[in-house]
């Protein structure tokens, strides 16, 4: 199973449609989410991070389910600037050594609104 | 405030030629990271610098060296560039490190390196 999995898409939606990604992850000693935002060609940029069960800004809802390990994005009300790859990363602690934190980031989803 | 610069933004290699990446950021941070990102594949970590001086090694680090010269500048040097080296190159950076459960991270723009 590989450590962060995400449905590659694309999903194809209406402006003003709501869409959800679900990310699943291999590792339950993660502890630490985040959600990226990738537009194309560009770099990835922060869009949320989920410490708890969820978080929301806006918009934007994240949830954790650590039951189940898997994190999911829900976008309501859909806008043309939300067309981007949204990535899916998790943060582990890595007990090798004297120990780190590790992100292992998902390949992404990508999203098209369309008008 | 310009956050996190890299040079070049393109760059065409032959096989076989070296070249040297650079990194600069203006947010005070500890850490610092190297990342290639191939279509198909999720970001994959070159190398990471926790402090000034060092460096350690991520997932994918052959074929690359890396120094941390100073708090701002990170680069990231192919010895000997290969095909398997075509990729889009992100440098990162972060105040918290790989020490903390909160690590955001903030990108480059990013380099576009073709190897024929």
């Known amino acids: 199973r590989k450590e962060v999995e995400q449905d590659p898409g694309p999903f194809n939606v209406p402006e003003g449609a709501t869409v959800a990604f679900n990310c699943t992850y291999s590792?339950?000693?993660?502890?630490?989410f985040f959600w990226y935002r990738q537009d194309c060609r560009k770099e990835p940029k922060l869009l949320m991070s989920v410490y708890s069960s969820g978080n929301e800004d806006g918009r934007f809802t994240a949830q954790l389910n650590r039951a189940s390990q898997y994190i999911s994005l829900l976008i309501r009300d859909s806008k043309l600037s939300d067309s981007a790859t949204y990535l899916c990363v998790v943060n582990t602690w890595v007990a090798s050594g004297a120990g780190s934190y590790q992100l292992t980031f998902g390949k992404g989803t990508k999203l098209s609104v369309i008008p | 405030n310009a956050g996190v610069t890299q040079t070049p933004k393109f760059q065409v290699l032959k096989t076989g030629q070296s070249m040297t990446l650079q990194c600069a950021q203006d947010?005070?941070?500890?850490?610092m990271y190297w990342y290639r990102q191939d279509p198909g594949m999720g970001l994959r970590l070159i190398y990471y610098s926790a402090s000034e001086g060092t460096t350690d090694k991520g997932e994918v680090p052959n074929g690359y060296n890396v120094s941390r010269l100073n708090k701002r500048e990170f680069s990231l040097r192919l010895e000997s560039a290969a095909p398997s080296q075509t990729s889009v190159y992100f440098c990162?950076?972060?105040?918290?490190?790989?020490?903390?459960?909160?690590?955001?991270?903030?990108f480059g723009p990013g380099t576009r390196l073709t190897v024929l």
């Open positions: 590792n339950s000693a993660s502890q630490s």
């Open positions: 990162a950076s972060s105040e918290a490190g790989r020490g903390a459960l909160t690590d955001t991270q903030y």
């Open positions: 947010m005070n941070h500890n850490s």
